[in-house]
């Protein structure tokens, strides 16, 4: 894979990419400004999104459309789900999909899927370049919604509906995207909270150091792809 594309949904989440990459050329498009790198012999490009589903579908077809990468990899920060994930765990998804949205409206209609499956060979990657870090990774569903969860009652509902390792804002629609453009495509993130009633103080204070490591592990990732 020569071009690698990392989306972002804060600029939080790409500040350390941004600073690790060093001085890039950056073309605004569509109201999205693309950093775009070479890289260990790759063209990195990385976009800051904004929050939520239609910001991140948006942005990832723009992205698909104007610089036609290899793969897709959503990086970042999110709140954990499954019990065995600690603070400043990697999870890796293996397929992304929305939590507040009845499946039936994806699956009956087009594009009549409504779980989009992470590629495996990026799976596999970042598993290595987590175990050559010496960082805890596990690789499990990642679901999205429009709301940041901060609710143990809200939390519950989520993981007796669906049992995913981690939820977001924005996953599911860059996969929903990557599925429909035939793209390779995974989700990366480091927990910055627990997504329950303490999720906002938790996420205020690892915010940084979950986004610095998430940053590190991608940045190996296209390294090595």
């Known amino acids: 894979m020569n071009r690698i594309a990392i ?46 589903k239609v910001n991140a579908a948006v942005c990832a077809q723009v992205l698909i459309d104007n610089f036609k990468p290899d793969a897709v990899i959503n990086s970042g920060i999110s709140g954990g789900m499954n019990p065995e994930v600690k603070v400043c765990d990697i ?14 409206f994806l699956r009956d209609y087009p594009p009549y899927c409504g779980i989009y499956k992470s590629d495996e060979g ?34 519950e509902d989520i993981l007796e509906r669906l049992a995913p390792h981690a939820v977001d804002m924005e996953s599911s629609a860059i996969g929903h995207c990557c599925y429909l453009n035939e793209m390779p495509f995974v989700n990366v993130r480091c927990i910055s909270d627990n ?11 690892f915010e940084k150091i979950a986004a610095k490591r998430v940053a590190e592990i991608v940045l190996k990732m296209c390294a090595q792809l």
């Open 7 to 52: 989306i972002g949904a804060m600029p939080s989440e790409l500040a350390d990419i941004r600073n690790m990459l060093g001085e890039a050329e950056v073309k605004r498009i569509s109201g999205f400004d693309f950093y775009i790198n070479e890289y260990m012999g790759k063209t990195i490009i990385n976009v800051c999104s904004g929050i939520a």
């Open 91 to 104: 999870v890796i998804s293996t397929e992304v999909m929305p939590h507040d949205l009845d499946l039936h």
């Open 122 to 155: 990026l799976i596999e990657m970042a598993e290595k370049v987590c175990r050559e870090s010496g960082v805890k990774s596990f690789r499990g569903r990642v679901v999205s919604g429009e709301a940041f969860i901060s609710s143990n009652e809200v939390k």
């Open 195 to 205: 997504a329950d009633d303490e999720g906002a103080m938790s996420f205020d204070e």
